[in-house]
């Protein structure tokens, strides 16, 4: 015969303490003949086991085992690679909710910064190229970045090929044709334009620091991941703890015993 209880005990005071009502228990019932088993599940995780032999000897064997509510041990190159992917998915494979959140939050605002910075460049790079259109006459469609470099440091493109034959560097000459022209209304407008595309390659360089972040947040909760794992395994050991009483009340004999895994 097999029975079990569900008891809703709330700490372990009050587990002990059942422990020696069923020992004072099992004294006063009467003898049987049979064999008897009674398994005592406890809510917060931990199992304990009555067990008899023979009621009849009326011999009693009590043991307490502890158990954790999550035994499983975690993979620590699991948990880094995890977080090396993605920051935080490591913290919430070995379970701690709070870290994953962090290192994830952490992560989507780095790549939100980035998407942002990448908005907001080429935005700015199409007001500077509208004014370079409006007040120095050029054609936008098929310039490379240095055309747009130099319309800022030139008012015409004649002042511009003029400097380069004085340096002799004929290979940077623009055909002086419609395509390439330039010619600013005013000296003012030149100037704005050119802060104006010198602020804007500022701010783009902005996302090198924001990539920067990035796998520096990949690296530290890789790192992070793989301590969380080897201190959960550590945890888990040093938590294996187990407890046995042994008595027969035809001798009057108690012995108790407990065992502790490292």
């Known amino acids: 015969m097999s029975r079990c209880l569900e008891s809703m005990l709330p700490g372990k005071s ?4 059942l422990i020696l009502v069923l020992l004072f228990t099992f004294n006063k019932l009467p003898l049987m003949a049979q064999e008897d ?4 599940p ?18 009693m064997t009590f043991t307490y085992e502890e158990e954790g509510t999550d035994p499983e041990k975690k993979s620590a190159s699991r948990a880094f690679f995890y977080s090396l ?8 494979y070995v379970g701690e909710e709070f870290q994953s959140k962090l290192f994830l939050g952490i992560e ?7 998407i942002a910075n990448i908005i907001n460049v080429n935005l700015r790079e199409s007001d500077y190229k509208n004014l370079a259109v409006q007040h120095a006459k050029v054609i936008r ?4 970045n240095q055309y747009w470099i130099n319309i800022g440091k030139f008012d015409t493109i004649f002042e511009y090929n003029e400097e380069r034959r004085r340096e002799r560097d004929i290979d940077a000459l623009y055909p002086e044709n419609r395509f390439y022209f330039w010619q600013w209304d005013f000296r003012a407008n030149r100037y704005n334009y050119d802060a104006y595309r010198i602020e804007t390659r500022e701010i783009e360089n902005r996302r090198l620091f924001y990539f920067g972040a ?7 909760s890789a790192i992070n991941a793989l301590r969380l794992a080897n201190s959960h ?15 027969n009340p035809r001798i009057g004999e108690f012995t108790f015993s407990i065992q502790k895994s490292f």
């Not at 395994?233 to 294996?240: A, G, H, K, T, V």
């Open 141 to 144: 469609e098929g310039k490379d």
């Open 14 to 17: 009050m587990q002990y303490l």
């Open 214 to 220: 990035i796998a520096l947040n990949h690296l530290v």
């Open 108 to 114: 989507l605002v780095g790549w939100g910064l980035v």
């Open 37 to 40: 088993s009674l398994v005592i």
């Open 85 to 92: 992917l993605l920051p935080g998915t490591g913290e919430a």
């Open 42 to 59: 406890f809510s917060d995780g931990s199992r304990m086991m009555l067990l008899s032999q023979n009621w009849a000897e009326r011999e």
């Open 233 to 247: 395994n550590r945890r888990l050991e040093e938590q294996s703890l187990n407890l046995g009483f042994d008595y």
